[in-house]
């Protein structure tokens, strides 16, 4: 488990995700931040009121899954890498993950990459269908991968097949 | 012989956090460091930090060292002296001050001591062969200079230092091999666990270096598994093939000054080893001497700015310097400090500091 390897029981993740009905209707944020840690720029970055206001700063953000539209600000600008934006409507095949990534090279559209779990295990292949690194996101590239379906819920890293 | 209002001993998040809020105030302020540059361990810090928006969480250490020494740069009230390293603070209130190999006495109606941590080591069989290194170095190397210390790494210790450092070591294009803990669990915030685990490195918990491998520099390392009294289980040794030993094992205060001025000291193992005994404005034992930052105890960079802000404002205030803010400014950094230790996190800290305060 998280304390001992890193890595999010099932128990964990199920915890924070979106209801299956929410999921259907397009992208939305899941922040897989699993402890009281004094952080809380991710409530300061969301526009659309999703996240909900911190009372004490320990507390772990709360997503209102209705308010969020998975526009993805909040991604960049959490520290420890740990909100993603999955949309299960991408394709009828495809569910689309975005990861926020801070490695180079940065990945180019259209190259297939890895995917990989939270457990650093390569799980498949993902299509690489846009970067977004703007100014604004200071240095933490927002990379959105197109993954099978099935393996939406497991994809939260890739590794490029060029390395520096 | 160098009379002035407040000199400040170090530039990083506390010193110049300090600097900064007390020439605001009005003092004059003479700020000392060794380095050739401000900023302390900031400038090492590529990750982005936690915290509340007011302590500039979500920015880049980096980031903060470039503002906040610029800022210190523009202040007219000022001094700024590095490559000056603090040799000494006598009876009669001077701090001697070595400089591009000049003894210069300085003689401060305050004193702030801001001058951070320092690495603990690891004693175990060849720990003293090339290729061993503490995190800080490692991040200095890879950081500052660009400077890849070897190929593969084997971290040691998962606090936040082990495990960011980690992180930016695979940003460089270094592999790591793996991080060992020898508690039973991960120190660091489990966000970046999360990262470096996904990114391809195990972490081992309940897991100790035996001894370096390697005749002329390390070659490899072996690992051992401890038991719930965290002795070595015979039979569970590994060898890792790793050019690179870095150790995370934990900062210890650098409180040379403050023993020397005859501040009264605790050993409080919360707080990361002996440190000063302080008021609530972070005064010591000794009238006129404040602390601030790690020096006063192992925590974050953005409680150690906040103490030095702290620190500042009230040395400063100390010498009837004063604003229509001053109460509400210093009770707002207090209420931030408060918020920063308050959570399951901040426990450890919140139980030595309550050995510390008198």
């Known amino acids: 488990m998280l304390a001992q390897n890193g890595i999010p029981t099932p128990e964990d993740i199920a915890e924070v995700l979106p209801p299956a009905e929410r999921l259907a209707k397009g992208p939305v944020a899941i922040a897989e931040c699993f402890q009281n840690i004094p952080c809380d720029p991710c409530y300061h970055s969301c526009k659309q009121g999703a996240i909900k206001e911190f009372t004490d ?6 997503i209102d899954f209705d308010k969020c539209n998975g526009c993805g600000s909040c991604m960049s600008r959490c520290p420890g890498l740990a909100i993603f934006v999955v949309d299960a409507t991408f394709s009828e095949q495809e569910a689309l993950v975005k990861i926020p990534y801070e490695f180079l090279p940065i990945p180019q559209v259209g190259e297939t990459v890895t995917a990989i779990n939270r457990a650093g295990q390569a799980v498949g292949e993902a299509r690489v269908v846009k970067v977004q690194n703007s100014k604004v996101q200071d240095r933490t590239a927002v990379v959105w991968l197109a993954v099978a379906k099935d393996l939406m819920m497991e994809v939260r890293h890739f590794k490029t097949k060029e390395v520096r | 012989m160098l009379n002035t209002e407040i000199v400040i001993v170090g530039g990083g998040p506390a010193g110049l956090s300090a600097a900064l809020k007390a020439s605001q105030l009005g003092a004059e302020v003479t700020l000392v460091d060794r380095n050739d540059y401000l900023g302390g ?46 040799l000494g603070y006598y009876e009669d209130g001077v701090l001697l001050v070595q400089q591009h190999n000049k003894i210069i006495p300085l003689k401060p109606q305050r004193l702030i001591i801001a001058t951070g941590g320092a690495e603990k080591s690891l004693l175990f069989p060849n720990n003293d062969l090339p290729g061993v290194y503490g995190a800080g170095a490692v991040q200095t190397l890879v ?40 508690a039973p669990r991960i120190g660091a915030y489990w966000v970046h666990a999360a990262k470096v685990v996904r990114a391809g490195v195990p972490i081992y918990t309940r897991y100790t270096i035996k001894r370096a491998i390697g005749e002329k520099e390390v070659t490899g390392a072996t690992i051992v598994q401890l038991d719930d009294n965290w002795q070595p289980i015979p039979g569970t040794e590994k060898d890792v093939a790793t050019d690179v030993i870095c150790l995370a094992v934990g900062l210890t205060p650098l409180t040379e000054l403050l023993w020397q001025a005859g501040c009264k000291m605790v050993y409080v193992p919360q707080l990361g080893g002996h440190v000063p005994l302080r008021n609530e404005n972070l005064e010591t034992s000794v009238p006129g001497i404040y602390v601030a930052g790690d020096v006063a105890g192992i925590e974050e960079a953005s409680a150690a700015m906040m103490e030095g802000a702290l620190a500042g404002l009230n040395a400063a205030a100390s010498l009837d310097y004063s604003s229509e803010n001053l109460a509400s400014d210093r009770q707002n950094i207090m209420d931030q400090l408060t918020g920063l230790r308050s959570g399951p996190v901040g426990e450890k800290i919140r139980q030595g500091l309550t050995q510390v305060i008198f």
Do not use: W
């Open chain 1, 57 to 62: 700063i320990n507390q772990r953000p709360q």
């Open chain 2, 41 to 86: 361990q900031l400038i090492k810090q590529t990750h982005r930090f936690f915290g509340s928006k007011q302590q500039r969480a979500s920015e880049r250490g980096i980031d903060i060292a470039r503002q906040l020494a610029s800022e210190v740069k523009n202040c007219e009230k000022i001094k700024i002296m590095t490559e000056a390293t603090a």
């Open chain 2, 143 to 182: 950081n500052v200079y660009g400077v890849k210390p070897g190929n593969k790494v084997l971290m040691v210790g998962a606090g936040n230092i082990g495990v960011i450092v980690s992180y930016q070591l695979l940003q460089a294009g270094i592999e790591v091999v793996g991080i060992i803990e020898a």
